[in-house]
C-alpha cells in the first residue's frame, strides 16, 4: 500500500486547491485521486462549455428524480469528471456571493467563516486583472485569474441602459464592497483560455515531485480503523489500489459525490446503509441531506432588429469569422463566459440585500441529447432566480455499486417564499426587457409570453421549464446540530483523520454561482489543515 501524508480526493475546485496548498511545502506528500481524465479537448476553449454539457468523456451526467414541482420533469446535474471538476465544464462567472452569505454561517456557529475571516482567502486565491475591484477586496497575486470584459457588445450595452432606467444602477464590482446593480460577468477567462483549477491549480504544481495526481482513479470506500479514517479504497480503469495517510484524507468529490463516497464507506444514516446492507462505521443522520440548488426559469425574447444577436452573428460565414477572430486573440463569442451580463436585484422593498440573481445571454438555443444548439431564431434569453432558497432535497446512494448513480432529489419551490421570489425575479427581468431603452431592439417576448400575468400563470410556466443553474451545495453540511456532517473545521463529526472540503459543506446557498465560494472553501480547508487560521 503507498502511503502519503494527505490524501486528497476529487481535483475539482476545491481539491484541486486544497492538493496545492498541501504541496507547496516540499516536506508533504500529497496524493490526488481524480475519477475524469487528466484533459479534454474542448476543457480549454471557453465556448467548449456547450460541448461538455453533455459530454460523457468529462461528465458525470447525473439528473434528478422525478420533481414534484418541476412538472415531474427529471432535470439534468452536470458535473465535472476531469482534472479542474465542474471549473473544468462550467458557465465561468465569477461571482463570489454576499457578505451576509458568510456572516450567515458564521452566526450559525461556524467560527472562522465570516466575511471578515474568508476574505483573505478569496483574494489569496485571485489574480484581478482589473483596475475597477480596489485592494481592499480584490486580490492581486494568486493562482486564480480573474477578468472583467467591457460591454462592448452593443445588445447588452442597451441591457445595461435599459436596467438603469428602472432604477438598477450599473456596478463595477459586484465581488466588491455592494452586490446590488447590473454588470459584465467577471469570469475564470484569460486570453482565449478557460482558468479552470486545472488549468490555474494544477498544471503549476504538477511539477513538484511531493504531489502525485492520478487520474481514471475512482475512490470506492475510505478506509477506516476504528473512529480514524486511514486511507482510501480505489480503482484506476477496474484494478484496485490502496492508498493510506500519515495524516488526514480530504473528501472533495462535489455535492453530489461526497456524501455518496461517505455512504458508500458506512458513515450516513445508518437505517438507510443497513437496507442496502452497508456495515454502519459511523451514523452521521445529516450526510446526503440538505441539498439545495438554484431552480431558474430562462424568459426568452425574440429580437426583431437585425445584427445584434449571436443567432444573428454566427449565420452564414459568421461562425468562421467567430472562430477567424478567436485564432487570433480578438474578442470572440468562442472566448465568451456563458451568461455574460447578470444583475443582481431586490424582489421587494425592506431587503438589506439583493435577493434574485439574472443573468442574460445574447442568443437563443435549444437542448439536444448531446448539448445546446444555435437556434435558427434570433433572440436573447435571461434567466431568473431566487438566491438564496429555503427548500432542501437531498442525495442518497441507491445500491452499495460505487459505480451506480445516487438518487437525487431537490424538492424546490417548496416554500411560498421560494415562489414569490422566483416570480418577482421574473417580473424585474420583464420590466428591464420592457423598459424605452430596449424598444429599438424590437423584442417580442416568447417566454412565459405576454398572455401569463398572474402568480400562478407564471409558476406553472416555471414548473414547467426551469432547470437547475447547477450550484448543488449542502449534503455534507457544516455546523454543530445533530445534521451537521462536518465541523468548522471541515472535520468530519465524531472520526479522525478526515475532512470534507468542497461544495457540500455550505450550510446554506451563497448568493451567486457556486465555483469562486468552492475554490475559496479549498484555500480555506488548507489554512485550517496547515494551521492558517
Ligand atoms: C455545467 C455547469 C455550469 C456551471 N456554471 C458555473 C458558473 O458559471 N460559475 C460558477 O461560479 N459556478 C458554476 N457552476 C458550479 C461550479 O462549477 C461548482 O459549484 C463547483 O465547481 C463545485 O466545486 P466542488 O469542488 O464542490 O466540486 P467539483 O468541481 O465538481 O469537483 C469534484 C471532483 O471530484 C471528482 N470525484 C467525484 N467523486 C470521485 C471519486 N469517488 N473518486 C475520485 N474522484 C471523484 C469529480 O470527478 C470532480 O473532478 C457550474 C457547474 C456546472 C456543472
Not at 37 to 47: E, K, L, M, T, Y
Not at 124 to 138: H, K, N
Not at 428 to 442: G, K, S, W
Request: proline residues 7%; glycine residues 10%; charged residues 20%.
Amino acid at each position: 500500500m503507498d502511503t502519503y501524508d494527505f490524501i486528497v480526493i476529487g481535483a475539482g475546485s476545491a481539491g484541486a486547491a486544497v492538493a496545492y496548498r498541501l504541496s507547496e511545502n516540499p516536506e508533504h506528500s500529497v496524493l490526488l485521486l481524480e475519477a475524469g481524465p487528466p484533459s479534454h479537448r474542448w476543457a480549454d476553449i471557453p465556448i467548449g462549455f456547450a460541448k461538455l454539457l453533455k459530454n460523457p468523456a468529462a461528465n458525470w451526467l447525473y439528473e434528478s428524480e422525478p420533481e414534484d414541482n418541476a412538472d415531474g420533469r427529471r432535470l439534468a446535474v452536470p458535473r465535472g469528471k476531469i482534472l479542474g471538476g465542474s471549473s473544468a465544464i462550467n458557465g465561468m462567472a465569477f461571482v463570489r456571493g454576499q457578505a451576509q452569505d458568510y456572516d450567515t454561517w458564521a452566526q450559525l456557529g461556524n467560527r472562522g467563516w465570516g466575511y471578515h475571516d474568508v476574505l483573505p482567502f478569496f483574494k489569496r486565491m485571485e489574480s484581478y486583472t482589473q483596475t475597477e475591484g480596489t485592494d481592499d477586496f480584490r486580490g492581486r497575486s494568486g493562482p486564480v485569474r480573474v477578468t472583467n470584459p467591457r460591454p462592448s457588445d452593443p445588445l447588452l450595452s442597451t441591457v445595461i441602459r435599459a436596467a438603469e432606467q428602472i432604477g438598477i444602477p450599473h456596478n463595477p464590482d459586484y465581488n466588491g464592497s455592494v452586490q446590488d446593480g447590473i454588470a459584465m460577468s467577471q469570469a475564470t477567462i484569460y486570453g482565449r483560455r478557460r482558468m479552470s483549477t486545472a488549468a490555474c491549480y494544477l498544471t503549476p504544481a504538477a511539477k513538484r515531485t511531493n504531489l502525485t495526481i492520478v487520474t481514471h482513479a475512482l475512490a470506492e470506500c475510505l478506509l477506516l480503523d476504528g473512529r480514524r479514517c486511514t486511507g482510501v479504497r480505489y480503482t484506476v480503469h477496474g484494478e484496485a489500489h490502496t492508498a493510506s495517510a500519515r495524516r488526514e484524507v480530504v473528501v472533495s468529490g462535489g455535492s453530489i459525490n461526497s456524501p455518496q463516497l461517505l455512504e458508500l464507506s458506512g458513515i450516513g444514516q445508518a437505517e438507510r446503509l443497513r437496507a442496502l446492507g452497508i456495515e454502519v462505521r459511523h451514523d452521521l443522520p445529516g450526510v446526503g441531506e440538505n441539498l439545495r440548488d438554484h431552480f431558474a426559469p430562462r424568459t426568452r425574447w425574440l429580437v426583431g432588429a437585425k445584427g445584434y444577436t449571436l443567432n444573428d452573428r454566427t449565420k452564414g460565414l459568421g461562425l468562421v469569422y467567430q472562430s477567424l477572430r478567436y485564432l487570433l486573440g480578438a474578442p470572440s463569442m468562442m472566448a465568451a463566459v456563458a451568461a455574460p451580463l447578470r444583475a443582481f436585484v431586490r424582489t421587494r422593498e425592506g431587503l438589506d440585500a439583493p435577493d434574485a440573481l439574472l443573468g442574460w445571454v445574447p442568443m437563443l438555443s435549444e437542448m439536444r441529447p448531446r448539448g445546446p444548439v444555435i437556434s435558427k431564431q434570433s433572440g436573447m434569453t435571461c434567466y431568473a432566480h431566487a438566491m438564496r432558497p429555503e427548500s432542501t432535497g437531498h442525495i442518497h446512494i441507491a445500491s452499495a455499486n460505487p459505480s451506480d448513480p445516487p438518487k437525487i432529489q431537490f424538492n424546490f419551490l417548496a416554500t411560498q417564499t421560494d415562489e414569490n421570489i422566483t416570480v418577482a425575479a421574473v417580473n424585474i427581468a420583464r420590466t428591464i426587457m420592457r423598459a424605452p431603452a430596449m424598444r429599438p431592439l424590437e423584442l417580442t417576448e416568447i417566454g412565459p409570453g405576454e398572455a401569463l400575468n398572474t402568480h400562478d400563470e407564471i409558476i406553472d410556466w416555471v414548473k414547467r421549464t426551469a432547470e437547475t443553474t447547477y450550484h448543488p451545495v449542502g449534503t455534507c453540511k457544516m455546523g454543530n446540530d445533530p445534521m451537521a456532517v462536518v465541523d468548522n473545521e471541515l472535520k468530519v463529526h465524531g472520526l479522525e483523520g478526515l475532512r470534507v472540503a468542497d461544495a457540500s459543506i455550505m450550510p446554506t446557498q451563497v448568493s451567486g454561482n457556486t465555483n469562486a465560494p468552492s475554490m475559496m472553501i479549498g484555500e480555506r480547508a488548507a489554512g485550517w489543515i496547515l494551521g492558517n487560521r
